[in-house]
């Protein structure tokens, strides 16, 4: 709770620094201290000792007694909240991700426009709207918390004013996005209907496979359409490639990890609790349209010639191993295995969007000799590209691991686990073409912004949390 008011007021405060302070790197400052701090607000909540009196604080603040003493799970805004450790657990990984993001690529905000410390007070708002979408407890909740995280993704889409790709990407993602928010309104009409409840627990005991009605079947299926629109499933993941090559390089890298890793987390929370008990009605859909993700995803990508559009086709083949762990409903491992591929997917993407946003061709070619001028660069890339590619001793490896072995505890789907290593070995091509044109092929590859030791810091110590989530798996995870 502490969390989702600290990151709205955050947010409002960057508002107001956009105001007093015109210096962009001191906004800059200012925000990478402020997801600091958010950051270490989740880890209090976190802590069982000092988390108490943190929690007892806020709520003191908005007149809300503190029934809970401090234990988890705590029940809020009747029962519409539940926050949980493993919800404050995953909000917290995707916090840390968040600052990586701020530290790495925040100043090149100012290549955008001139409202630097506007587009951080968007970016923590959605960080509050992430936050319910991991710990609602009513179908209301999941409506606000994905609209809180929507709406302003359309403004920095649209944000670069000088770029009319932006302008159109914004306008698509707008209508799409509102397109298929009509289409989860409904769907959560007619659960409501069926189930005469809006609350995810009070669901389980009205929805039986025996006695289920249409309405409960066509709710099912309009909220797959809607939430499959959110995280570019195919085949409702026609707004992806041109809403991501046209929003302004240093947004698209947030709106591919944290935003979708959140979607994702609200996906499992309503499908493994609420549905679970049916989900002999919806799992061979989810199966299909898992593969044709993968399907799309990883042969559409293969014929780019943009490294951008290239990521922006292959965030939707890594959507479709994320769907793994929601199709993985009967297994132990499914909110561990989003969590780890939420938190490896995010960093290495990040990475490799923080090279990218410093290019100035984003074509293959423009990585030609990338290595001989800049070594760390493309050393850095390499780790980041074996990582998506899921290469061993990265942590894209152990996660497509987890979320393949949580589909197989579940036992009849092994016809999708070996259509998907298909599909993981065709990724390897188009993300060992970057490999290549970095290290084999002749080039002068030129950079639009300088790369200071900074930089190569945080790019080597990003690329050291990739290896250590491949090598030590469980320090990211959360033990029951």
């Not at 920095?156 to 989860?184: C, H, P, Q, V, W």
Request: aromatic share 12%; charged share 10%; glycine share 8%.
């Amino acid at each position: 709770m502490t969390a989702i008011i600290a990151t709205t007021v955050f947010g409002i405060i960057m508002m107001f620094t956009g105001l007093f302070v015109s210096d962009k790197k001191t906004v800059t400052s200012i925000a990478a201290v402020l997801i600091l701090a958010l950051l270490g607000i989740n880890i209090l909540e976190l802590n069982d000792a000092t988390g108490p009196g943190l929690r007892s604080a806020t709520l003191g603040l908005l007149g809300v007694a503190d029934t809970t003493n401090g234990q988890f799970p705590q029940v809020l805004f009747n029962n519409m909240l539940r926050i949980d450790k493993l919800s404050m657990w995953f909000g917290t990984m995707m916090t840390a991700c968040t600052a990586l993001y701020i530290l790495l690529i925040g100043k090149e905000f100012k290549k955008v426009g001139t409202h630097v410390a506007e587009y951080f007070a968007l970016i923590f708002f959605i960080l509050c709207g992430l936050y319910l979408l991991t710990s609602y407890n009513s179908l209301l909740m999941l409506f606000i918390g994905i609209e809180i995280m929507s709406i302003p993704q359309y403004i920095l889409a649209g944000s670069d004013k000088r770029n009319l790709k932006s302008s159109e990407a914004s306008l698509k993602y707008f209508l799409m996005g509102a397109f298929s928010t009509g289409i989860m309104l409904m769907g959560i009409t007619l659960l409501y209907g069926a189930a005469r409840t809006f609350n995810v627990a009070e669901m389980i005991p009205m929805l039986h496979s025996e006695t289920l009605s249409p309405l409960a079947i066509a709710g099912v299926v309009f909220i797959i359409i809607a939430l499959g629109f959110k995280v570019s499933a195919a085949p409702m993941h026609m707004w992806t490639p041109d809403v991501y090559d046209g929003t302004p390089t240093p947004f698209t890298a947030f709106m591919a990890t944290i935003v979708k890793a959140g979607v994702f987390f609200a996906f499992l929370r309503l499908f493994h609790i609420s549905f679970g008990n049916i989900s002999s009605h919806w799992l061979m859909l989810i199966a299909v349209v898992t593969a044709a993700t993968l399907l799309v995803g990883n042969v559409t990508a293969v014929f780019q010639q943009s490294v951008k559009r290239m990521l922006a086709y292959s965030s939707i083949a890594q959507a479709g191993f994320m769907l793994f762990a929601v199709a993985a409903v009967n297994s132990s491992i499914a909110w561990n295995a989003i969590i780890l591929y939420g938190v490896a997917y995010s960093v290495a993407t990040i990475g490799v969007f923080a090279v990218l946003v410093k290019m100035k061709d984003y074509t293959y070619d423009g990585f030609n000799g990338l290595a001989k001028k800049h070594p760390v660069l493309a050393f850095v890339t390499t780790i980041f590209l074996f990582s998506l590619a899921g290469i061993p001793l990265t942590g894209g490896f152990m996660a497509k691991y987890y979320v393949l072995l949580a589909v197989m505890q579940q036992g009849n789907l092994m016809w999708l686990v070996i259509f998907a290593l298909l599909m993981a070995a065709i990724s390897v091509y188009y993300y060992f073409r970057v490999i290549a044109a970095m290290y084999f092929k002749q080039g002068e590859a030129e950079l639009s912004s300088e790369v200071t030791s900074t930089d190569k810091i945080l790019l080597i110590a990003t690329a050291a949390i990739v290896i250590l989530i491949g090598v030590m798996p469980d320090l990211f995870v959360l033990h029951m």
